[in-house]
Nanobody, 118 residues
Framework: QVQLVESGGGLVQAGGSLGLSCAASGNIIRINYMGWHRQAPGKQRELVATITRGGRTNYADSVKGRFTISRDNAKNTVYLQMNNLKPEDTAVYYC????????????WGQGTQVTVSS
């Protein structure tokens, strides 16, 4: 079992920046992928970015060039730096991890609200 605690988020004007962080605890040795997802009101949850233990990253097209995911394996923490934010980035952002050989994100944080005003 992995526990995830997110921090960061808040309210920012369009064009601004915010940073999120997510610290993992528990059975951390089994963590493989770490990622960020988001869910806007009335919409399905979507994958924002992922990063492997080795640092390979993947981004949703909608955030490429604006968001950066990074990871500190020593601190068991994943970060999401969000620049040039747009109102459509408004959502609850969730940290999640895969463990072992599973391709599914089986452990999730509680979510943190990001609101971008126009």
């Amino acid at each position: 079992q992995v526990q995830l605690v997110e921090s960061g988020g808040g309210l920012v004007q369009a064009g601004g920046s915010l940073g999120l962080s997510c610290a993992a605890s528990g059975n951390i040795i089994r963590i493989n992928y770490m990622g960020w997802h988001r869910q806007a009101p009335g919409k399905q949850r979507e994958l924002v970015a992922t990063i492997t233990r080795g640092g390979r990253t993947n981004y949703a097209d909608s955030v490429k060039g604006r968001f950066t995911i990074s990871r500190d394996n020593a601190k068991n923490t994943v970060y999401l730096q969000m620049n040039n934010l747009k109102p459509e980035d408004t959502a609850v952002y969730y940290c999640a991890v895969t463990t072992g050989w599973s391709a599914d994100f089986g452990s999730w944080g509680q979510g943190t609200q990001v609101t971008v005003s126009s």
